[in-house]
């Protein structure tokens, strides 16, 4: 077909880097497949936001489905609460949780020792805690949960409770804004109950007999209001489907409007079952015009500081991508949502990699997927909020402006 | 160090052109400094404002340290003021003064015989004049001065006086939008009291005696308001400096809030001292964050359209840059602030070389600094407002949007 109808765009979390002693891990990574796709295709630079914007996982993998984050984003909490399973609905106001371990004011261990089975709290909060208005309370991955409030007069804007390190004093919700007032105090009211709920659950008493921290707080981060978006087939016309290990990816997915396809041994690690999640991917595109394809190794990779560990897990994407390469009738992108320089351990701005093969591509004299090579190709310097309507021309899908 | 803390910023000013016989000054010049920091480094082209957009020297630089100047700029006035040494005050009017020679309805000198001994004229003027505002007149560069009026109601929207052309009318200053009728009619008026004054001043009664022009009418232009900005530290966190000799580069440093170092001998021509210049600036990076240094005389020799001088000054600069070159813990960076091609003899909207060289940097395979090889190089094409963000990104100084 001389046309693509379906479009498969892969998502290299956090792989894009910058050189250290002359290469980064892309470039020094053994990635023949990759290398293929870009010789196919067409290569270029992209600011998920824009130059010199540091971007959240959260606000560029929204970038590259088409939402402007800039006009729609608010905190992280409604994208983590869809991804634990919370039915969330526009106009709440959603919230990360982390099960933590607090002594007097301070909190000692904000992950609770990384407590697991918190299956038996969650549901004795559901049942516990009653608040002027409605809530859902969910677990999330591991010591994670998601909170989701609803009803009239909520606000975002408010502070979080997790001081972000061990050691530090417990902070209590503030209104970052006056009409954000009561939403704080329906938060640290919440917060009260379920602490005098944790305090005496018997989960807790064991841990703390048998030496382990009890989770006896909760702490709150990353208020935003789920936002009122068109989902993605009202906004494209076509079905999507998205494959990723972590709450915030598949939740982004299921806000827009994608369906999560669970993938068994997908857990957002090195250690990952990458091999199924792209078996799933191009088994979903019988059934979808459009997957999202999440791979998170790489930026956990890089969060350690580790660049042995992320050009070898680069290496290891490459190899299971090799079904991806010449795809029929299907646009193949790769990209990555953010770099996240080993040097860094963080993300950094720096424009990512981004390559398109398949029907009607005009192929350009890249030979390789890398930040240095792209730069170099055919795309030129694109922004994020860009990729969508690329893509939808390529398969024939864009609307004509004027006439 | 794996990341650099520290930038050096080089504008050189107006050096960008367009080929003549092929080539252009940057392409002419012997330039192994520049060079080797293109090798080092990564390149691209900037439209310091937009592709298509003429920009001024003051507009540019704005634009260049991170303020867009479409939403805060309304005249070179407030700019020129401050390079003068008026301390500014955020809200007031100011103009830039030209001391001119009239007769009789004609302006017949607008730089009075490039007069240079202002003060005495200068000292009468702040005495003698009263108006119904506050007002500060203070002595700039030659013939030049600076005047900001001060006090409610006032409004930057009024005409020039400057007839910009010898021979022509003297023209009254008119308001270019009803509220700024009120600041025409002080202006008028200011200008009134100023010509009686001059007239019977002992210095022009003498230059006339000795066949000289008089400086006997000051001419206004552009009108503007102080802009209320963040400054550089509010804005960025950075301790910033400028190293200029125009009285427009340092006053646009000072309205940022950088600190300005005098470099005894910078003229802002080809004849400049620019060996301290740069000596000055290694220096100040010791004590500052980022540092500003502008060479003029690239710019000076391109409206005289020669490009021989042109490209002889380019040599010249290019060897007093030998030790910028690989500056330590530094992001070493050279622009220029627009295109003055030679055959235009004024500025152009080309896209102007731009180059960052340092730790972190993606490295490309330009290997000189010109107009065209920088087209092909790493950065792509990015906008002058974009250049700050990804210097702050590079030093990791960016907050991340989203998380």
Known sequence: MDIANKVLLIILDGASDRPVNGKTPLQLANTPNLDKIASMGISGIMDTI????????????????????????????????????????????AFRCNFATRRNNVIVDRRAGRIRETNELIKAIQEGVHLDVG???????????????????????VSDSDPKHDGEAVRSIRALKPEAERTARIINEFTKQVESILERHPLNVERVKAGKPPANTILMRGAGTVPDIKTFSEKYGLKGAVIAATALVIGIGRICGLNYIETKGATGGTDSNINS????????LKKHDFVLLNIKGTDEASHDGDAEKKTGFISKIDEVLAPVV???????????????PVVVRDHSADPVPVMIAGPGVRADDVRAYDEISAATGGLNRIRGVDLMPILMDLINRTEKFGA
Chains 1, 2 share one sequence.
């Not at 999640?277 to 979903?284: G, S, T, Y």
């Not at 010449?326 to 996240?340: E, F, I, Q």
Request: net charge positive; aromatic share 6%; charged share 25%.
């Open 135 to 157: 809530f859902v309370f969910e677990k999330s991955a591991g010591h994670r949960a998601a909170l989701v409030l609803r009803g009239d007069g909520l606000d975002p804007n």
């Open 277 to 284: 999640k792209v078996k799933n991917a191009i088994d979903a």
């Open 50 to 93: 824009a130059p010199g914007v540091r971007p959240g996982s959260d606000v560029a993998h929204l970038a590259l489905l088409g939402y402007d984050p800039r006009e729609m984003y608010t905190g992280r909490g409604p994208f983590e609460a869809a991804g634990a399973g919370i039915p969330v609905k526009k106009g709440g106001v």
């Open 326 to 340: 010449g795809l029929k009738d299907t646009l193949v992108v790769v990209t990555a949502d953010h770099s996240t």
